[in-house]
């Protein structure tokens, strides 16, 4: 008998805090393992698959991520009824926002036009326990007006291999950044959280592991004075062979939107 496959674009939110990160991996808690549990608990008797958009590191949070499900032979019937239904058996850090039909010509992967990503970050006095699953806590004073200029040194088309861990071969290292600033913090707000807390704030096509994570991570060390502008130059030409070696946690960084063509 041929088999029918029906396509849906899904839009969640989840605090990565407890996870270790998007992708299944054996005996660890991950958002695809969570939400591959859900679906086969609300559709006991249907084949599916999942496919994100990409990989988010362990603790790494999504305001705005995106997934797609493949289902075999039986479609979702009332999308807005299944996304209650869903929600209803989701953990309260996992949240689907939207669910929309698509088709096979879609590819998730190919079809992504940009993605924003925020890293959350805050300095000069110790945060309250609730910042930590997703505000970065730098102790030490920090020159923001400095970050905020070397910032915008990583925007154009660039040889990013300095700004990534275990590099493997092939691995596409030139990779074009459309939008680097740091700003004030409005993305999240709450009570507990400090006067004032920083974003930055990245767009672009695709990242590499840890990239932002790294890029985040060198322009602390700018602000602490422990990296120049010419430092950070010089990362970005592959004739210097920079190392690296600062890495911001994961539980700072956000995906913010994905865009597709």
């Known amino acids: 008998m041929q088999r029918t496959r029906y396509y849906y674009l899904i839009r969640i939110q989840y605090l990565g805090f407890r996870y270790s990160g998007w992708q299944k991996q054996p005996g660890h808690k991950t958002v695809e393992g969570m939400l591959s549990k859900t679906f086969k ?17 362990a603790k790494v949070s999504a305001l705005d991520g995106v997934f797609e499900l493949f289902l075999e032979n039986t479609p979702l019937s009332d999308l807005d009824a299944f996304l209650g239904v869903f929600n209803r058996n989701l953990p309260p850090d996992i949240r689907v926002t939207e669910i929309k039909p698509t088709t096979e010509d879609f590819n998730i992967i190919k079809n992504s036009k940009s993605k924003e990503y ?54 596409q290292v ?53 990296l120049g502008k010419q430092d950070i130059l ?10 690296l070696t600062s890495v911001a946690p994961g539980s700072g960084l956000l995906l913010n939107e994905v865009v597709f063509d």
Do not use: W
């Not at 609300?42 to 084949?47: N, Q």
């Not at 030490?140 to 154009?156: H, K, N, T, W």
């Not at 010089?234 to 190392?243: F, G, R, Y």
């Open 234 to 243: 010089d990362s970005l030409n592959p004739e210097k062979k920079i190392t």
């Open 41 to 57: 608990h609300v559709l006991p008797d249907t084949k599916f698959k999942i496919l994100g958009s990409g990989r988010t590191d």
């Open 118 to 171: 925020v890293y959350l970050f805050s300095y000069g006095e110790k945060n309250h326990p609730y910042c930590a699953p997703f505000l970065y806590n730098v102790i030490e004073p920090l020159d923001i007006e400095l970050m905020q200029e070397v910032a915008q040194l990583f925007v154009g088309t660039y040889d990013f291999s300095s700004y990534t861990a275990r590099l493997k071969p092939n691995t």
């Open 174 to 226: 030139v990779r074009a950044i459309d939008y680097c600033e740091i700003r004030e913090n409005t993305f999240i707000t709450a009570n507990f959280l400090p006067e004032k807390s920083y974003a930055m704030v990245v767009r672009g096509k695709g990242f590499m592991r840890y990239q932002i994570r790294m890029m985040m991570g060198a322009l602390i060390q700018v602000g602490k004075g422990e």
